[in-house]
């Protein structure tokens, strides 16, 4: 894949680039702050970028309104997220925005390479992939809900696994169930939201909105 990378410490930026060079990805640009991150995705039209939240000048969500920008003028371009916290009400944003080709993950994941880069080829190929501690976070935000209180644990595993961007045979390994399994506690999920087939709109979209929109 093509990659801009936008991180304004070097050292990271540096072992990144380093990093995706060795997995055969093109970084072809590795930027410092939101506004030049803006422009090389103008410039360069990669396949993703992979931001930091946190860069100059005030050093708090300058990356994100960067990568929400490029959301809403490239939506073809993925966009992964990497964050030290869960800034919710931009990640609800984020997850809001499209039903694919978007991430976020806490920053502890980078460490963990293989997790990192499971991540970054999801965001490729158009699918989500969101760390399961910002699906937490933001779910439980909405845990007073009506809807929320009527799906069983078992469906609260399965939205929360949609909303981190699974396909329903992942989520069937990951729960150890059957897909068909999977497909009934969904089709459940979308009853009890009340979400009807409807042309033009993606219902397992509209199930995870329901939950974390604010």
Same mark, same amino acid.
Request: glycine share 6%; net charge negative; with cysteine.
């Given at each position: 894949?093509?990659?801009?990378?936008?991180?304004? *410490?070097?050292? =990271?930026?540096?072992? &990144?680039?380093?990093? $995706?060079?060795?997995?055969?990805?093109?970084?072809?640009?590795?930027?410092?702050?939101?506004?030049?991150?803006?422009?090389?995705? /103008?410039?360069?039209?990669?396949?993703?970028?992979?931001?930091?939240?946190?860069?100059?000048?005030?050093?708090?969500?300058?990356?994100?309104?960067?990568?929400?920008?490029? %959301?809403? %003028?490239?939506? #073809?371009?993925?966009?992964?997220? =990497?964050?030290?916290?869960?800034?919710?009400?931009?990640?609800?944003? =984020?997850?809001?925005?499209?039903?694919?080709?978007?991430?976020?993950?806490?920053?502890? %994941?980078?460490?963990?390479?293989?997790?990192?880069?499971?991540? $970054?080829?999801?965001?490729?190929?158009?699918?989500?992939?969101?760390?399961?501690?910002?699906?937490?976070? =933001?779910?439980? %935000?909405?845990?007073?809900?009506?809807?929320? *209180?009527?799906?069983?644990?078992?469906?609260?595993?399965? &939205?929360?696994?949609? /909303? #981190?961007?699974?396909?329903?045979?992942?989520?069937?390994? *990951?729960?150890?169930?059957?897909?068909?399994?999977?497909?009934?506690?969904?089709?459940?999920?979308?009853?009890?939201?009340?979400?009807?087939?409807?042309?033009?709109? *993606?219902?397992?979209?509209?199930?995870?909105?329901?939950?974390?929109?604010?």
């Amino acid at each position: 894949m093509r990659i801009v990378l936008a991180e304004d *410490s070097t050292l =990271l930026r540096e072992g &990144l680039v380093r990093l $995706l060079a060795e997995e055969g990805h093109e970084v072809v640009a590795a930027v410092g702050d939101g506004a030049a991150l803006v422009d090389a995705v /103008a410039a360069e039209q990669p396949d993703v970028c992979v931001v930091d939240v946190r860069m100059p000048p005030t050093h708090t969500d300058e990356g994100l309104r960067a990568a929400l920008e490029i %959301r809403e %003028r490239w939506p #073809e371009i993925g966009v992964l997220v =990497l964050s030290q916290y869960v800034e919710k009400r931009y990640a609800t944003q =984020l997850i809001t925005s499209d039903a694919g080709a978007v991430g976020y993950l806490l920053k502890d %994941r980078v460490a963990q390479v293989g997790e990192f880069l499971d991540a $970054l080829d999801r965001v490729g190929a158009g699918n989500a992939a969101f760390d399961p501690e910002v699906v937490r976070q =933001l779910l439980a %935000r909405t845990t007073h809900t009506d809807p929320l *209180s009527r799906l069983t644990s078992r469906e609260v595993d399965v &939205l929360r696994q949609m /909303a #981190e961007g699974y396909t329903n045979d992942r989520i069937a390994s *990951s729960l150890h169930i059957s897909r068909s399994a999977v497909e009934k506690h969904v089709n459940s999920i979308f009853d009890k939201l009340d979400l009807a087939r409807s042309t033009g709109y *993606s219902r397992r979209v509209l199930a995870v909105l329901r939950y974390l929109g604010s």
